[in-house]
């Protein structure tokens, strides 16, 4: 299954009244996108990479939209009044592994806690479903309690765990990988 750049996913209404839509990633996004990696890295937030520069993000973003051509992976923002505050991606795993689809989620600090997270989670499983996968994987780090959590309200089961394998805030912790059927 293919998505087209600024592709609408759905709207809806956050906890605290506000309109979130979910859409495919544009180029146009790139200074956005960057403001939101770079607030996710500045809290330490549970996130795998640290500040990015501005060609960095440029490469990302030019990077996703080919391989979003050629399917197989997806990226959808929220949005609250143009601003991207979310977001969540889909690929396939490994080549050799093309049934599996990982999944990775982030949400700014002052929109947590309003049902978007949820939100997401539903429509990241059933656009991968769309996308023919059919087992998805993640990976967590063991000291993010309210994602566990999250995780196993929409049927995440934890598979492995990699002791020590994040230095977080000073302390390592460890790598939670869990999956779901589809």
């Known amino acids: 299954m293919r998505f087209k750049p600024n592709q609408r996913i759905e709207e809806f209404t956050a906890k605290n009244g506000k309109k979130v839509l979910l859409r495919i990633i544009k180029k146009g996004d790139t200074l956005q996108l960057l403001k939101f990696i770079n607030a996710l890295a500045a809290e330490d937030t549970y996130i795998l990479t640290t500040k990015k520069s501005l060609k960095e993000e440029k490469q990302w973003v030019e990077d996703v939209?080919?391989?979003?051509?050629?399917?197989?992976?997806?990226?959808?923002?929220?949005?609250?009044?143009?601003?991207?505050?979310?977001n969540f991606m889909i690929h396939q795993s490994t080549e050799r592994s093309p049934h599996v689809g990982e999944f990775g989620i982030s949400v700014l600090k002052k929109y947590r806690n309003l049902g978007?997270?949820?939100?997401?989670?539903?429509?990241?499983?059933?656009?991968?479903?769309?996308?023919?996968?059919?087992?998805?994987i993640l990976g967590v780090f063991g000291n993010n309690k309210k994602a566990i959590?999250?995780?196993?309200?929409?049927?995440?089961?934890?598979?492995?765990?990699?002791?020590?394998?994040?230095?977080?805030?000073?302390k390592y912790v460890d790598d939670i990988l869990m999956m779901r059927k589809a």
């Not at 050629?70 to 949005?79: D, L, P």
């Not at 049927?155 to 492995?160: H, L």
């Open 149 to 170: 959590i999250l995780y196993k309200k929409y049927g995440f089961k934890e598979v492995a765990r990699l002791p020590k394998f994040f230095l977080h805030k000073g």
């Open 116 to 136: 978007i997270g949820n939100k997401m989670m539903q429509t990241f499983i059933k656009l991968g479903k769309r996308m023919g996968y059919k087992q998805f």
């Open 65 to 86: 939209l080919k391989k979003m051509k050629k399917g197989g992976k997806v990226v959808v923002v929220a949005e609250v009044g143009g601003k991207i505050i979310g």
